[in-house]
């Protein structure tokens, strides 16, 4: 098969799945927010027994109900993201400088960040071309990609953010000190629902990737175990962008 109509079948397939996921969304939306509410309520009765009787039975209700939540917010996470790979909107694309979007973006977590003893460096290239874009899907991109890093760091290190550009191409990097990737399972961490995390949905590069191919880029990964983790995002000059 042509690589063209590889693309073409593959986004064939994006668009059934974005139909069925609107089903799937509403269908879903509903009985969720009714088991949020009943269990707020529910919880709110059993904590007011706790403090007239049987305290320690009480507890280990509270605790079950404990277990429910995170169960439950797990898996409003999870639909969100399929959502969001599935069907995402349909952006309107302007011209925008990825230098200014990478300040502000580490500028909006930066505190957040240097309480896990996380800092930013910049190496970004000025002249710095404009991309064509939609900001807000890049920006949800960019935050992925630091919150991955922030959570290969726990014991805090340094991002460093890069762009540049030559004729055909401008790119984004985020580069982190963290544990690295293992190469067995490089090829598989872009892969919707892969995940090595305990509360991981494993959507985040998947929806990365969604985002930068929309784009008519890619994202390459190079990586080290016990050095760290470069993602950049490669874009394809427009020719209108200065
Ligand atoms: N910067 C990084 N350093 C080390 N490992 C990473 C990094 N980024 C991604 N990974 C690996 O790739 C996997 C997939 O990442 P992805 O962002 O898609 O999902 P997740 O972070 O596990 O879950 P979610 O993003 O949905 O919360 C991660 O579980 C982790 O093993
Ligand atoms: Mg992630």
New binding site residues.
Partial sequence: MSDESKENEFRDRMTTLGEMAAVLAHEIKNPMNSIIINMEVLKGAVQDMASKTQAANSEKVLRYFEIINDEIRRLD?VIK?FLDLAAPPQPTKVLFSLNQLLQKTAEFIKEEFSKKGISFDYRLQEDLPRLLGSSDQIRQALL??L???S??MPDGGSIILETGYNEKTLYLK?Q?S????PES?KA???S?Y????E??????????RRIVREHGGYVELQ?EVGK??T?QIVFLRSGAEK
């Fill in positions: 996470k993201g992925n990609l919150i991955n890093s959570q290969a985020v982190d963290g544990g690295g990737i399972i598989k961490v872009f919707p892969f995940t090595t995390k509360k991981g949905s494993g959507l985040g590069l998947a929806i990365v990586s760290g983790s993602f």
